[in-house]
């Protein structure tokens, strides 16, 4: 099981940027995937989930209305990719966003989520 995240940078407020996390080794359909993000001094918190099976999508209440999660189920090949299209961004977006597998949406603990990629760098700021 292989997450990859990628996309991050900096960003000014109320820009926008799409962070792409690439899964391989494992079958997506039967799995959930979340962004999550982690600022500096604080606990990782669920932001996004998507269920690779049906598409359907959820989000944290700091970000309906600014963030898009989004699947490529690409047929046949080795690797797929969830997207966060982040706009609209604040100060307060900034921090290490990661990818997490789960088998449900139904949960923002990060201890339900068993497999992370590295993170990448968000940092909001003019």
């Known amino acids: 099981v292989q997450l990859v995240e990628s996309g991050g940078g900096l960003v000014q407020p109320g820009g926008s940027l799409r962070l792409s996390c690439a899964a391989s080794?494992?079958?997506?359909?039967?799995?959930?995937i979340a962004w999550f993000r982690q600022a500096p001094g604080k606990e990782r918190e669920g932001v996004s989930c998507?269920?690779?099976?049906?598409?359907?999508?959820?989000?944290?209440?700091s970000v309906k209305g600014r963030f898009t999660i989004s699947r490529d189920n690409a047929k046949n090949t080795a690797k797929n990719t969830v997207y966060l299209q982040m706009s609209s961004l604040k100060p307060e977006d900034t921090a290490v966003y990661y990818c997490?597998?789960?088998?449900?949406?139904?949960?923002?603990?990060?201890?339900?989520?068993?497999?992370w990629g590295q993170g990448t760098q968000v940092t909001v700021s003019s």
């Open positions: 080794g494992f079958a997506l359909n039967y799995y959930a």
């Open positions: 997490g597998r789960s088998t449900w949406c139904g949960s923002w603990r990060p201890e339900d989520y068993h497999y």
């Open positions: 998507i269920r690779m099976s049906s598409g359907s999508t959820f989000y944290v209440d």
